[in-house]
């Protein structure tokens, strides 16, 4: 954290973070995530990486949700989430949609670059094995509507890969 | 359109379609796209490989709307585009939001493919100038809300790369 106070203003901005992957991450609507992710597959030949799912939480909740499953496609990976405001998802999604999943070595500069471009960041860096396939992970909103989600490299994704 | 028609049903299901790129499409509100590009770049270090501007139309129009730019950010083209009704457009843009382009040489058997997994076409498939770099293009909203564009490759953009 005491980089990101480091690279306040100025610093920030002029910052060079460089990014390793860009992901875009569908969340749908809970429990639907096994389903999208076989209508990938069928749709179009998505190929499934591997899979997180939430730990099972609730004795209402028959089946553990889907926290971050990875698909290829066309060399690209795309990742499927079940939408959840559930305590153990280490970024809460905020409803359903698409959002844009960047990697980088430097979470906190790449946060601080961000914010200080105009992007807000909303709630605090997080550690966590879910969303991106587990490590650091901050999120932030830039100013035209759009959720970017800024992780340290995927672990499990590398393996896969 | 004959190849739609051939590939119904359980073929279509069967047919395989090799997808040669994934790219995430920001839609904003017009005529901000503009103004998101240089945000990405500051934000994010994107840089521009290219941007297909709207043909002018109307008279009270200052500036011409942006139909797609290409960026790149981690070797991914992210492309950004104003969203707009114009008769102009290949494809309409049913409001802001982000869209999934997928590269194909075959769009028909795509699109035919993707409807008979369940999701639905939208429009008929056109050829333009504008969305995804140029070519043929074909829109499917998938089961659980998303957009995903299939278009024929870049022409623009794999002469930029």
Same mark, same amino acid.
């Given at each position: 954290?005491?980089?990101?106070?480091?690279?306040?203003?100025?610093?920030? $901005?002029?910052?060079?973070?460089?990014? #390793? &992957?860009?992901?875009?991450?569908?969340?749908?609507?809970?429990?639907? &995530?096994?389903?999208?992710?076989?209508?990938?597959?069928? &749709?179009?030949?998505?190929? $499934?990486?591997?899979?997180?799912?939430?730990?099972?939480?609730?004795?209402?909740? $028959?089946?553990?949700?889907?926290?971050?499953?990875?698909?290829?496609?066309?060399?690209? #990976?795309?990742?499927?989430?079940?939408? #959840?405001?559930?305590?153990?998802?280490?970024?809460? @999604?905020?409803? @359903?949609?698409?959002?844009? =999943?960047?990697? #980088?070595?430097?979470?906190?500069?790449?946060?601080?670059?961000?914010?200080?471009?105009?992007?807000?960041? $909303?709630?605090?860096?997080?550690?966590?094995?879910?969303?991106?396939?587990?490590?650091?992970?901050?999120?932030? !909103?830039?100013?035209?509507?759009?959720?970017?989600?800024? =992780?340290?490299?995927? !672990?499990? =994704?590398?393996?896969?890969?």
């Amino acid at each position: 954290m005491a980089q990101v106070e480091v690279l306040n203003g100025g610093a920030a $901005e002029k910052a060079v973070v460089a990014f #390793t &992957a860009v992901k875009p991450q569908l969340v749908v609507e809970a429990p639907k &995530a096994g389903d999208a992710i076989e209508f990938y597959k069928s &749709a179009f030949g998505a190929e $499934e990486l591997g899979r997180t799912l939430h730990p099972k939480r609730k004795a209402d909740q $028959e089946l553990p949700l889907v926290l971050s499953a990875q698909l290829e496609l066309a060399g690209t #990976t795309i990742l499927v989430s079940d939408c #959840t405001d559930e305590s153990a998802a280490p970024v809460k @999604t905020a409803g @359903t949609g698409c959002m844009l =999943c960047l990697e #980088t070595e430097d979470v906190e500069a790449a946060v601080a670059k961000a914010v200080a471009a105009g992007a807000t960041a $909303e709630g605090e860096l997080v550690e966590g094995d879910g969303a991106c396939c587990g490590g650091r992970v901050g999120k932030v !909103k830039d100013p035209y509507g759009f959720t970017w989600l800024i =992780c340290s490299p995927a !672990k499990k =994704c590398a393996e896969a890969e």
